[in-house]
């Protein structure tokens, strides 16, 4: 039996050919897996007793987990794919902030991002942490349609209001201001009708140090502390950035962050290319993780975040397409670029030097790793209970048909599963992903 898109597996058994990875680096492979899941869309069980009513996968399709994104900025969509020429504080004031002052109108705030939450869902992704803009109508709008077209989503309005690095045209009118309709957003998505599932989480989201007075910084600190609200922001994306903090604050982005109470139990910091050890450590302390964004690295970093160190000192870290930051709209394009930039990190891209002196020992990570950043990886930095098909977990998944005739999925004969699985991850496009759920509830 086929599932329609109207059905929901509530209280339902699906099988299917399914593999996820729970923990970083290995990957577990489920052929012929009975997933049960009880009224809630909560994974009961898994086995291989399979009941007559039991709803099939269509042979050959492959259960993975949904994607997690956790870097999203939900207005720049528009942009995806273009203006990426100029460095970080030039591509903020030439073409990020006119766009994202548009959403001052609420029809085209709606019109993106209903678009953009479709193509998210298409693509796989059933979790993602957005930034907003700074306008609360139009980021109550994208909590609606986050919730209607049922994505997990964690929205943020984002607070900026610094005089000397915000535009007059877009930024708070004071501290104050930034604060309250922070709160506002929080008690809007918390008590929404249609949120009783809490499928819809706000987060407290500064831009950045850069953007933030001290007084608007000190007061979202103090929200997150009373409220317990998730906190996201960027650190030490770019050599600009990372040295105007130390050149205001006299301390690292992250200290800063940390003064202001706003580095806590699953903050997800963006980016963060030039964390000092000193730094990891204290966001390991602290319970944050990171969203690491390989492709809008490569445009405004100019450098290779260290992955495999932050793992290796217990940093939870995820993915994050950063839409639009780089020219990439899905996480499977995260993924691949993950392990790309790590091994360009270890073996080094300068030509002109020897081999042995182009690149830095033990930097690379392997497919699985990517996977379970990609899924488990990312839900872990938020704190949820998705991302692998354990007993426990929300049943948000993707079903992959290798085969799609429009997809990048290239299987000839009999393949070894983790063979599969490695070619599903770096060649699924839309075009492969044949069903969506979040929740049990099929989406797509």
Request: glycine content about 8%; hydrophobic content about 45%; aromatic content about 6%.
């Amino acid at each position: 039996m086929t599932p329609s898109p109207s059905q929901t597996l509530a209280g339902k058994t699906i099988v299917a050919d399914a593999f996820h990875a729970p923990t970083r680096g290995q990957v577990e492979f489920l052929p012929a897996a009975a997933i049960t899941l009880d009224p809630d869309g909560v994974i009961a069980k898994v086995s291989h007793d399979i009941p007559d009513d039991a709803i099939h996968l269509p042979a050959g399709h492959v259960l993975l987990p949904g994607l997690v994104d956790l870097h999203v900025h939900a207005p720049q969509f528009p942009q995806l794919g273009s203006a990426l020429d100029v460095p970080l504080e030039d591509w903020l004031q030439t073409y990020t902030f006119p766009l994202e002052a548009r959403y001052s109108d609420t029809d085209f705030a709606a019109s993106v991002y209903a678009a953009l939450i479709d193509h998210m869902l298409r693509a796989g992704t059933t979790t993602a942490l957005h930034f907003a803009t700074i306008h609360l109508p139009a980021t109550r709008i994208l909590a609606d349609i986050c919730m209607a077209k049922g994505q997990r989503a964690l929205i943020g309005k984002v607070a900026m209001d610094h005089p000397d690095t915000c535009p007059d045209y877009y930024r708070d009118a004071d501290a104050d201001t930034s604060v309250a309709e922070t709160r506002a957003l929080i008690d809007y998505i918390n008590h929404h009708p249609d949120n009783a599932d809490r499928r819809v989480l706000p987060v407290i989201t500064p831009r950045f140090v850069p953007a933030c007075t001290d007084a608007c910084l000190h007061g979202l600190g103090a929200l997150a502390l009373e409220t317990g609200t998730r906190v996201q922001t960027h650190v030490s994306e770019s050599d600009w950035e990372h040295a105007h903090v130390f050149d205001r604050m006299g301390m690292s982005d992250t200290e800063t962050l940390d003064h202001f109470g706003l580095l806590r139990d699953h903050t997800v910091l963006a980016h963060a290319n030039f964390l000092s050890g000193t730094d990891m450590d204290l966001i390991a302390a602290r319970g944050g993780g990171i969203a690491h964004c390989p492709w809008s690295n490569i445009y405004f970093a100019n450098a290779v975040f260290p992955l495999r160190d932050a793992l290796a000192r217990g940093l939870r870290v995820g993915l994050g397409t950063d839409i639009s930051g780089g020219p990439i709209g899905t996480v499977w394009e995260a993924a691949r670029m993950s392990v790309a930039a790590a091994r360009m990190l270890e073996s080094g891209t300068d030509p002109a030097r020897a081999p042995q002196e182009r690149g830095r020992d033990a930097a690379r990570i392997d497919i699985a790793t990517a996977f379970h950043l990609a899924t488990r990886g990312g839900a872990q930095a938020l704190g949820l209970d998705v991302g692998s098909f354990e007993v426990g977990m929300r049943f948000d998944a993707i079903a992959i048909d290798p085969a799609a005739p429009l997809g990048q999925i290239v299987v000839y004969g009999e393949t070894p599963p983790l063979q599969l699985l490695e070619k599903i991850i770096y060649g699924a496009t839309k075009a492969n992903v044949a069903r969506v759920w979040s929740d049990g509830i099929q989406r797509i």
